[in-house]
């Protein structure tokens, strides 16, 4: 695959993809339950240093601080335990959309603080 170039009136940075991807973002997955969950930090899988954060609806959760290949047996049976009706779980994936705003949003911080 092709490297691509991130320009916000300077070069930001060169990479491929999925390198710009991994660089940027960490890898979690996304679980998506029937109904929200009243105590999202009663189904984390804690004892093996992950904590679960509410996406962007109530019935959203992610996993943190674990490789998805870690996290998604964890959170399903923590969440199944925890009486859960689970209905997907898949790796969170991001959007070159995404890396650019991100590294946009870096280099305005970047900007601010050297003002």
Do not use: K, W
């Amino acid at each position: 695959m092709r490297s691509i170039a991130i320009v916000n009136t300077t070069l930001l940075t060169i990479g491929r993809p999925d390198e710009l991807r991994d660089r940027l973002f960490a890898r979690t997955i996304t679980v998506r339950t029937l109904n929200p969950l009243a105590d999202p930090a009663r189904c984390s899988p804690v004892s093996r240093g992950g904590r679960l954060a509410r996406g962007r609806d109530d019935r959203q959760l992610r996993p943190r601080g674990l490789r998805p290949s870690v996290a998604a047996p964890a959170a399903t049976r923590a969440l199944v335990g925890a009486g859960a009706d689970v209905l997907s779980i898949a790796e969170s994936h991001h959007s070159l959309e995404d890396v650019y705003l991100e590294l946009i949003d870096e280099d305005s911080e970047a900007s601010r603080r050297e003002a």
